[in-house]
């Protein structure tokens, strides 16, 4: 019987701050079959989350995120432009989200650069993550390197066209994703057309649609064929897919 896959998109990020701990728990309680978030290296070479380049849209701060060290970035709040109960969240480390998904979700993250990899890698062994983690990126290189690195880490090379993808263009770009490496090809969902599914099922990968958040969208694109859909707003997205039958824990 076919299930659908859900992401909680930056955690539950339509009731509480993105790429926040306080969204990622929130998230959990509805027991998505992945959390994603965005990862990007700080100005001492550590690891912090934040979906922008920049701080301002998140956090009460301003500056770019390679600019500033650590310390200074997790002196920022995180929560406060979301609503005031979230006052004094914090950018997120990568080790506190994984410690925060082990034994209850797979995590999904983002390289939001290039180069990561390496250290993302090195955090996941560290907590015996690899069969559950899946890495996704528009930088093709990561799924290059991820092999030589460790082989049971997913990889799922990400694209927006910007226009739904038709016949050849369907074939060529779901061959792409699949010559780097490609577990599940994470296309924006406007872009997703019925050829980009058969495609994408031809070279052996899962289609996933990012980022859904109105109803009749998640269900006119489980119909067409993803295998995975990611939306910030979980707990619409697991009444839809139980509703058609395609609810994976549900
Ligand atoms: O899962 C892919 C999606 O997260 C990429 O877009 O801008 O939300 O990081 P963005
Ligand atoms: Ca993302």
Same mark, same amino acid.
């Given at each position: 019987?076919?299930?659908?896959?859900?992401i909680?998109?930056?955690?539950?990020? /339509?009731?509480?701050?993105?790429?926040?701990?306080?969204?990622?728990?929130?998230?959990?309680?509805?027991?998505?079959?992945? !959390?994603?978030?965005?990862?990007?290296?700080?100005?001492?070479q550590? @690891?912090?989350i934040?979906?922008?380049? /920049?701080?301002?849209?998140?956090t009460?701060?301003?500056?770019? #995120? /390679?600019?500033?060290t %650590?310390a200074?970035?997790r =002196? %920022?709040?995180?929560?406060?432009?979301f609503?005031?109960?979230?006052a004094? *969240?914090?950018?997120?480390?990568?080790?506190e989200?994984?410690?925060?998904c082990?034994?209850?979700?797979?995590?999904?993250? *983002?390289?939001?650069e290039?180069g990561?990899?390496?250290?993302? !890698?090195?955090?996941?062994?560290?907590?015996?993550?690899?069969?559950?983690?899946?890495?996704?990126?528009?930088?093709?290189?990561?799924?290059?390197?991820?092999? *030589?690195? +460790?082989?049971?880490?997913?990889?799922?090379?990400?694209?927006?066209?910007?226009?739904?993808?038709? =016949? +050849?263009?369907a074939?060529?770009?779901a061959? =792409?994703?699949?010559?780097?490496?490609? &577990?599940?090809?994470?296309?924006?969902?406007? $872009?997703?057309?019925?050829?980009?599914?058969?495609?994408?099922?031809?070279? &052996? @990968?899962?289609? *996933?649609?990012?980022?859904?958040?109105?109803?009749?969208?998640?269900?006119?694109?489980? $119909? @067409?064929?993803? $295998?995975? #859909?990611?939306?910030?707003?979980? !707990?619409?997205?697991?009444? !839809?897919l139980? =509703?058609?039958?395609?609810?994976? &824990?549900?």
């Amino acid at each position: 019987m076919r299930k659908v896959m859900s992401i909680a998109h930056r955690g539950y990020s /339509a009731a509480a701050p993105e790429n926040t701990l306080a969204a990622y728990r929130m998230s959990l309680e509805y027991e998505p079959d992945f !959390v994603e978030c965005d990862v990007r290296r700080t100005k001492d070479q550590q @690891m912090i989350i934040c979906h922008d380049a /920049a701080v301002d849209r998140t956090t009460n701060g301003s500056g770019r #995120v /390679a600019d500033m060290t %650590l310390a200074e970035l997790r =002196e %920022l709040d995180a929560g406060s432009w979301f609503g005031p109960q979230f006052a004094g *969240e914090r950018l997120p480390t990568l080790e506190e989200f994984l410690d925060l998904c082990k034994g209850k979700t797979r995590p999904l993250i *983002e390289l939001k650069e290039q180069g990561l990899e390496d250290d993302v !890698v090195a955090m996941v062994q560290a907590r015996s993550l690899s069969e559950e983690t899946m890495i996704c990126s528009f930088h093709y290189s990561v799924g290059l390197r991820l092999p *030589e690195l +460790d082989q049971r880490i997913w990889f799922s090379p990400l694209r927006s066209l910007h226009h739904p993808a038709e =016949e +050849d263009e369907a074939v060529r770009l779901a061959d =792409e994703a699949a010559s780097v490496n490609g &577990n599940v090809f994470g296309v924006n969902y406007p $872009d997703i057309t019925p050829a980009l599914v058969k495609a994408t099922h031809a070279a &052996n @990968m899962l289609m *996933e649609a990012w980022t859904i958040d109105a109803e009749d969208d998640m269900r006119k694109w489980v $119909d @067409m064929g993803a $295998d995975v #859909v990611a939306s910030n707003d979980i !707990v619409l997205l697991h009444r !839809v897919l139980a =509703e058609m039958g395609v609810r994976r &824990n549900g």
